[in-house]
Each structure stands twice: as structure tokens, then as C-alpha cells.
């Protein structure tokens, strides 16, 4: 299983930005995929996951009405449509996925390597 997060960069507060994540090697469609982020000296924290068909999300309530996640079956990608942006939101964004098809925000066994997202206040 490989992920290929990409679309972090640097944005204002209060802007946007949208990063996406690649999968190969498993079938993408049966699986819950899920965003985490970890800020320098912090643990690593749940975003938002997704359930394999898309048709459930879930997200930490720090982001919530301003972030959106989701995915398309046919493209083996997953989304993360980051609105409002704060500098608290900076971070290094992992896209990941869990090895069941339901809703959760643990329990993930796939990461992939990280996108850094800064926000300038």
C-alpha cells in the first residue's frame, strides 16, 4: 500500500487549500481513509476520515464547517478541502488509511509521508 499526499504550501489566515492523497496498491473503494496533521513539538491528531464510499464523514471538532473531505472511488484519491485557514492549522497533513470500511478516527495502519501546510497570520 502506497500513499501520495501533495498540495500543502504556504497560504494566508483565512485563505484555502486543498490537498489530495494517491493510493496504489490495495483496493482504495473498500476502505476508510482518514487526515491526521501534527504540529511541530505536538502529537499527532485526527482530522477528518471518510468511510469507503464516501458516504460518511467525521471530523475533529477544531476544523469542523471548515474543513471538507472527500474521496473519489474512480481516482483512488481522497481530499481535503481546507477553508478559513488559521495558523494554528499549520501543520504536516498525513493521509492514511484503516483496514476496515467503516467510520473512525483511529485505528489506521497505512500513512503516507506528510504535506506541510503553514498558514502566516
Known amino acids: 500500500v502506497q500513499l501520495q499526499a501533495s498540495g500543502g504550501g504556504l497560504v494566508q489566515a483565512g485563505g484555502s487549500l486543498r490537498l489530495s492523497c494517491t493510493a496504489s496498491?490495495?483496493?482504495?473503494?473498500?476502505?476508510?481513509m482518514g487526515w491526521f496533521r501534527q504540529a511541530p513539538g505536538k502529537a499527532r491528531e485526527f482530522v477528518a476520515s471518510i468511510n469507503y464510499s464516501g458516504g460518511r464523514t467525521m471530523y475533529a471538532d477544531s476544523v469542523k464547517d471548515r474543513f471538507t473531505i472527500s474521496r473519489d472511488n474512480a481516482k483512488n484519491t481522497v481530499y481535503l478541502q481546507m477553508n478559513s485557514l488559521k495558523s494554528d492549522d499549520t501543520a504536516v497533513y498525513y493521509c492514511?488509511?484503516?483496514?476496515?470500511?467503516?467510520?473512525?478516527?483511529?485505528?489506521?495502519?497505512?500513512w503516507g509521508q506528510g504535506t506541510q501546510v503553514t498558514v502566516s497570520s
Open positions: 496498491g490495495h483496493r482504495f473503494s473498500w476502505y476508510t
Open positions: 492514511a488509511r484503516a483496514p476496515f470500511s467503516v467510520l473512525s478516527s483511529d485505528g489506521f495502519d497505512y
